[in-house]
């Protein structure tokens, strides 16, 4: 079973710093919640992310959301041959029961996180976790996978193609993709990456590499 990383995504609660700032405390009184159980959104929060650490990669969570629906909605996934993992920018991670399926509507999805970063787990009525979130680390997480090869994607990769690449995934692969809107892996996640491939000239979003990626995947082991 092979693995997928979104990392260092932009999925957090607004954080403290930001709590008191007229653009979230005017947002979170619209949606009737308090500001520390909001998800940090730039589409509402931009005048209070200006300058923040790490603009560009937070306050994205409508690009985790994409990337979470093209990888859940395909045969790799919904036959129990790969396992997703969303890894945070605040080293958090989700972890996700099998076969589950996350909210098509981003109203939704946005609820269901902010629960679960609030509960820390969401179960179904047998008591099985459908999501649950945990302090953890990049490494820490590979180290718990403990995956044979870690393929990750950045413009800064060596060149190579989407059919190459997946005849190099092997069934305790593990692949990598940057969970934010702009910038390159930390230092702390590309030292764990033991293949980096770039697909192209420009900067592609994650769910258009996943959807491409995994199909190429696929077609090694379905056909």
Same mark, same amino acid.
């Given at each position: 079973m092979i693995s997928?990383? !979104?990392s260092e995504s932009s999925l957090e !609660?607004?954080?403290t710093e930001l709590k008191h700032h007229p653009s979230i405390i005017a947002h979170a009184r619209k949606l009737g919640k308090h500001t520390s159980e909001i998800l940090l959104d730039n589409s509402w929060h931009f005048a209070a992310m200006k300058g923040i650490?790490?603009?560009l990669?937070?306050?994205r969570p409508d690009l985790v959301h994409f990337s979470i629906l093209e990888a859940t909605t395909i045969p790799l996934y919904l036959q129990n041959k790969m396992k997703l993992f969303v890894h945070t920018l605040d080293d958090k991670v989700i972890f996700f029961g099998k076969n589950v399926r996350i909210p098509k509507s981003?109203?939704?999805?946005e609820g269901v996180i902010e629960k679960l970063f609030q509960k820390k787990k969401i179960t179904a009525k047998d008591d099985d976790f459908l999501l649950k979130i945990e302090e953890k680390t990049f490494s820490q997480l590979i180290d718990e996978i403990n995956p044979s090869k870690v393929i990750g994607f950045s413009t800064q990769g060596t060149k190579s193609t989407y059919e190459k690449i997946a005849k190099e995934i092997s069934d305790d692969t593990c692949i990598v993709l940057g969970g934010f809107q702009k910038g390159h892996f930390s230092n702390s996640i590309e030292n764990k990456i033991t293949d980096l491939y770039s697909v192209g000239d420009e900067s592609f979003e994650g769910h258009v590499v996943i959807a491409r990626m995994l199909y190429e995947y696929e077609k090694t082991i379905f056909m």
């Open positions: 997928l990383i !979104l !609660l607004v954080p650490e790490n603009e990669k937070r306050g981003y109203h939704r999805f």
